[in-house]
């Protein structure tokens, strides 16, 4: 089950994470969302545990519970929303002119 981390401290870590939410079960992958630019924390992440029974575990354990000085939102992740279609093509002006 994919599980979203928000509120977080800026210094917490990948592994800060993944220390956290192993005292719930296996954690396939634990990550936070860096800016591309910067690099920096942009204060939330997502942790992949496989057992839904542990990412039920973790998320009603951790759930505003204190981290680094935050109270951390916990809860599963919503899939993405698909992007509109936007734009188009543009239309254009017709064919040839003669």
């Given at each position: ?13 990948d592994d800060d994470l993944r220390q956290l939410f192993s ?76």
């Amino acid at each position: 089950m994919n599980i979203y981390v928000g509120n977080l401290s800026f210094e917490v870590t990948d592994d800060d994470l993944r220390q956290l939410f192993s005292a719930h079960g296996e954690v396939e992958s634990a990550s936070v969302v860096k800016d591309r630019f910067s690099g920096e924390s942009r204060g939330f992440g997502f942790v992949e545990m496989p057992a839904k029974k542990d990412a039920d575990a973790a998320i009603a354990g951790l759930n505003g519970t204190d981290v680094k000085g935050r109270s951390i939102t916990v809860n599963e992740a919503k899939p993405k929303a698909p992007k509109s279609g936007g734009g188009g093509g543009g239309g254009g002006r017709g064919g040839r002119r003669y």
